[in-house]
């Protein structure tokens, strides 16, 4: 219910458990992060207030301006037996931060109804990318690397972008999207996978489209380095008409 009515989805340990085979999940996720844009943060927390959760700790991100962060505050709720961290975000899709992850690894979230995956052909075969927007120019350079060796512990293997070219198609240094059909989508109710169009996206996650570019060397070049970015396609309709309806 959350999900559907907020427009929110779960990334972190618990989508990329749900995407990957049981036999190469020995861990088990700690806990549960639950992504939002700032427009139903107070949606968010009256739901789970009514779930028994309360708001325990909220921290919001550094607003250096030399920083590329899509994290607007981080809200942790617990209900003394479990503890969901709501990680609210300041544009208007609640997947931007996801993008701006460490590793390919978990670059992925659930919705209501499907799962996504950004890099199957790496990430079902327990391959990663690094990027390298997190760990050169983020806030905690410490916990990104600390990130890193945690899914190294867990059988997770780094690979350069040159070593994948021909499996994958995919290059570091070339912009994706999430409407790319290298991307993964699967319908949870049907259990099979799913075109995405740009009209599927938005009647899923109100947004137009998002495209990112993982950080880090040039591919094939020793000096070139680019910042990581991401960019989001947005829906203006609701400030044009005066936000006087929400899609059906």
Request: aromatic share 10%; glycine share 6%; with cysteine.
């Amino acid at each position: 219910m959350i999900l559907r009515s907020c427009d929110a989805v779960v990334s972190g340990s618990c989508a990329l458990h749900l995407l990957l085979p049981a036999n190469d999940t020995a861990w088990f996720p700690s806990d549960l992060d639950i992504y939002v844009s700032c427009r139903f943060m107070t949606c968010v927390t009256v739901l789970l207030e009514r779930e028994g959760y309360r708001i325990v700790r909220q921290h919001f991100a550094n607003p250096n301006p030399y920083i590329s962060s899509s994290i607007h505050s981080v809200i942790s709720f617990s209900n003394m037996h479990r503890s969901i961290d709501v990680v609210v975000s300041n544009t208007a899709a609640a997947i931007s931060p996801i993008f701006e992850f460490h590793s390919t690894a978990v670059m992925n979230f659930f919705t209501s109804d499907t799962i996504f995956c950004a890099y199957p052909t790496l990430t079902l075969h327990l391959m990663s990318m690094v990027n390298a927007e997190p760990i050169y120019f983020g806030p905690s350079e410490c916990k990104a690397m600390a990130a890193l060796q945690k899914y190294s512990g867990r059988g997770w293997q780094l690979v350069a972008c040159q070593e994948v070219h021909e499996s994958t198609g995919l290059c570091r240094s070339m912009p994706q999207s999430i409407a790319d059909c290298s991307c993964l989508w699967i319908n949870i109710a049907n259990v099979q996978c799913v075109a995405v169009t740009p009209r599927d996206v938005f009647e899923r996650l109100g947004i137009i489209n998002l495209i990112w570019l993982l950080g880090g060397y040039v591919c094939g070049a020793c000096d070139p380095f680019m910042r990581g970015q991401s960019f989001l396609v947005e829906d203006n309709s609701l400030d044009l008409l005066g936000g006087g309806f929400r899609r059906q």
